[in-house]
């Protein structure tokens, strides 16, 4: 290790002011973003865990949370979202908040499984989705999309 | 009332490890740093029962987790009480440092937790799968494979580690349903939990002075970092606590001393995130060279601890996935050695922007220029920080040689997270090297 670091340590840097000094320059970013307007309006306790973050995602969230209690612990259900990635987390969203409920994907990682998500009894649209000619009824609305359940087949 | 429940739940897992706190290593320490390794050491046992419990079919519920280990945490210290306790060396500390140190940490956490109830720090992975493995295991009652296992789950990386859904689920079981937005909150209990750790043990080598100094930017970078790589609520905050405990037991007391702080944290780090083995490896690694360097009478014996936790948490979590019908792999991940060079570019560009860790990147940058200034007969007894450091950024690197495509999107979603273990490990090393050299503790033998 000859050819790495110095002979000597150098003296000041023995002494805890230099790290108290680095400590306080660090403070210096949050300091400044809690203080700037968009510092301040984050303060109010969100209602989503992740709408700070990813306000799509929130509001799929809080989408999902709202209509949980209505699908029935066993019942199948599914998601369908306007794009594939928004999709597929909405899916992943509804499996932790509905974790009695058995859930089939419309499609997988951009993948559409036929046969599973147009199955399900229940059906949770996030945002402007079309669901004419699936035989489904809306059961409970919100602004961030609809809570519909399949017509059972004739 | 739930988001309460739940916090108290997690103030109850000290109970789980308070054996910790009696074990003659610990038993005269700080009381902060037996609380510290009571709350490691009981999320260790937690999970441990918890894989147990489903193997054995056990349903998990408040009294069948809780109880067994409180009374397994009462059995053990009530043995370990009657041992001899290790002398604990403290020191004077000057009210000006102590009191700007413990501003700094207070600060520090200060600022997570301001990030993490505000959702600004909160991390999307809470609600995609580490709250719902939780949410599941508490319907299931145990490690699920039903639903878990199956082809539409994998979202869910049901071959991860289990032991921060573990702990939310215990939450979740108190508390009767899992408050997600309480959630991103805990991740101040594993920062908080880490402090003394890194003050008291430092302290044992460097002094109490240049200790709360240190710990003081610890904790403010850490924090800082976590903030940045929106970590509240995510496995980050857990798994830097047991590898920053791993790491300093390596540095400071690489002996049988404080063996059961290595055992315990090793243990912890593997079962949290696959990264903490990578981190355990490269820490060994580390002590190896400075037993080669430093021309030690016993090498390995420093690693010994390390290697043992490493080796029951994964043989643990390997068998409980086994068992459970679990897979072993995760399929989402990038297939191994098919790397594409064209990506260096890319890697090394969206570096920089990726390691700012909410402060320009000078949380990097300070203990990167203070290690310049240290003595190079010190760097050897860096080597596990510095091997950790470097190891995992490497290994990163060499990750992202893996991405499908372009590896950008990849690169800023784990970088700033992934990399916080190897920020603490550096931040440690500048801090072991630029402190006084005190002798090393009685039974640190080496040849001279």
């Known amino acids: 290790m000859r050819w790495l670091g110095r002979s000597e340590t150098v003296a000041w840097l023995r002494q805890p002011w230099p790290w108290l000094v680095a400590a306080a320059l660090l403070l210096a970013f949050p300091i400044r973003f809690w203080a ?26 809080r989408l999902l949370r709202e209509v949980a209690p209505r699908i029935p612990a066993g019942a199948t259900f599914t998601v369908r979202a306007a794009t594939d990635e928004a999709e597929m987390e909405a899916f992943m969203v509804a499996v932790g908040l509905l974790p009695h409920g058995r859930p089939v994907p419309s499609s997988y990682y951009g993948v559409p499984q036929p046969g599973f998500g147009s199955e399900a009894e229940w059906v949770v649209a996030v945002g402007e989705v079309s669901l004419a000619g699936e035989g489904t009824e809306v059961v409970a609305r919100s602004k961030d999309g609809l809570l519909l359940r399949r017509r059972p087949h004739p | 009332m739930s988001a309460i429940l739940f916090l108290v739940a997690h103030l109850l897992v000290p109970a789980f490890g308070a054996a910790a706190a009696w074990h003659p290593s610990l038993r005269r320490a700080p009381l902060a740093l037996r ?44 043995a370990w009480a009657r041992r001899p306790a290790v002398a604990w060396r403290r020191e004077a500390c000057r009210p000006a440092v102590a009191a700007a140190g413990l501003t700094a940490v207070a600060a520090g956490l200060l600022q997570l937790l301001l990030a993490a109830v505000s959702g600004r720090a909160a991390s999307v992975d ?95 970078a850490v924090a800082a970092a976590l903030v940045a790589g929106c970590c509240a609520g995510n496995a980050e905050p857990a798994l830097v606590a047991y590898t920053t405990t791993a790491l300093v037991a390596a540095l400071v007391v690489a002996n049988r001393r404080l063996g059961l702080v290595a055992v315990v944290a090793a243990m912890g780090a593997v079962l949290t995130k696959n990264e903490g083995g990578i981190a355990v490896g490269l820490t060994v690694v580390g002590l190896l060279l400075a037993d080669l360097f430093g021309r030690r009478s016993r090498p390995l014996r420093g690693a010994l601890p390390l290697l043992a936790g490493a080796a029951v948490g994964l043989s643990g979590w390997l068998g409980a996935r086994l068992a459970l019908g679990l897979p072993l792999t995760d399929p989402i991940r990038e297939r191994a050695f098919a790397l594409s060079f064209d990506h260096l570019g890319t890697i090394l560009a969206a570096a920089p922007q990726n390691l700012a860790a909410g402060t320009r990147g000078l949380a990097w940058l300070i203990p990167l220029a203070l290690l310049l200034a240290v003595e190079r007969r010190r760097l050897v007894e860096l080597l596990p920080a510095l091997a950790l450091a470097v190891g995992l950024l490497t290994f990163l690197g060499v990750y992202y040689l893996h991405a499908h495509g372009d590896p950008s999107a990849l690169i800023s979603w784990t970088l700033p997270r992934v990399t916080i273990p190897a920020l603490s490990a550096l931040i440690l090393a500048a801090g072991l090297g630029a402190g006084r050299l005190d002798p090393p503790p009685p039974d640190q033998d080496r040849k001279r």
């Open chain 2, 126 to 220: 809470l609600v995609l799968f580490w709250g719902v493995k939780a949410t599941h295991w508490v319907a299931a009652g145990g490690l699920e494979a039903a639903t878990l296992a199956h082809a539409f789950a994998i979202h869910t990386h049901p071959s991860y580690p289990p032991l921060f859904p573990t702990v939310l689920a215990w939450g979740t079981l108190v508390a009767g349903e899992l408050p997600w937005l309480a959630v991103p909150v805990t991740s101040v209990l594993w920062v908080a939990a880490t402090v003394p750790v890194v003050l008291h043990m430092l302290e044992l080598r460097v002094g109490r002075e240049h200790a709360v100094a240190v710990t003081g930017f610890w904790t403010v």
């Open chain 1, 36 to 61: 700037k307007p968009v510092g301040r309006a984050m303060l109010a306790v969100p209602s989503s865990p992740v709408e700070r973050v990813n306000p799509e995602l929130g509001r799929t969230w």
């Open chain 2, 35 to 78: 609380g510290s390794a009571a709350f490691l050491g009981g999320a260790v046992l937690l999970t441990l029962e918890g894989m147990l419990w489903s193997l054995l079919g056990v349903r998990w519920t408040v009294a069948s987790l809780g109880l067994p280990a409180i009374a397994l945490s009462a059995g053990l210290a009530w």
